[in-house]
């Protein structure tokens, strides 16, 4: 079974910075097979698509929420996947999830973690 385990969330004052970092662990997971996303979601609202990035990492996409402040990377040796949030505003507080989806023919494996809590308040 797949494990997606998110650390580094806490709270952090608008203007500050935190590193989301999601680990994975399987027998026979081959995480250099996977898109890597962090999603989000605030209290009353819909889970929302933060950032991704490719198997290899050669490309990423973010949200016009985050772009310039968030920066999304992995490291494929160590099997995680890392989310650097700078410049915070209290609209990102929200739970942070992270999610490995692949694509095999007609089928679709996706994975998510359990989450992690970022706050952003003063």
């Known amino acids: 079974q797949v494990q997606l385990v998110e650390s580094g969330g806490g709270l952090v004052q608008p203007g500050g910075s935190l590193r989301l970092s999601c680990a994975a662990a399987?027998?026979?997971?081959?995480?250099?097979?996977?898109?890597m996303a962090w999603y989000r979601q605030a209290p009353g609202k819909e889970r929302e698509l933060v950032a991704i990035i490719g198997s290899t990492g050669g490309s990423t996409h973010y949200a016009d929420s985050v772009k310039g402040r968030f920066t999304i990377s992995r490291d494929n040796a160590k099997n995680t996947v890392s989310l650097q949030m700078n410049s915070l505003k209290p609209e990102d507080t929200a739970v942070y999830y992270c999610k490995a989806r692949r694509v095999g023919g007609l089928l679709q494996y996706v994975y998510w973690g359990q989450g992690t809590q970022v706050t952003v308040s003063s």
């Open positions: 399987a027998s026979g997971f081959t995480f250099s097979s996977y898109d």
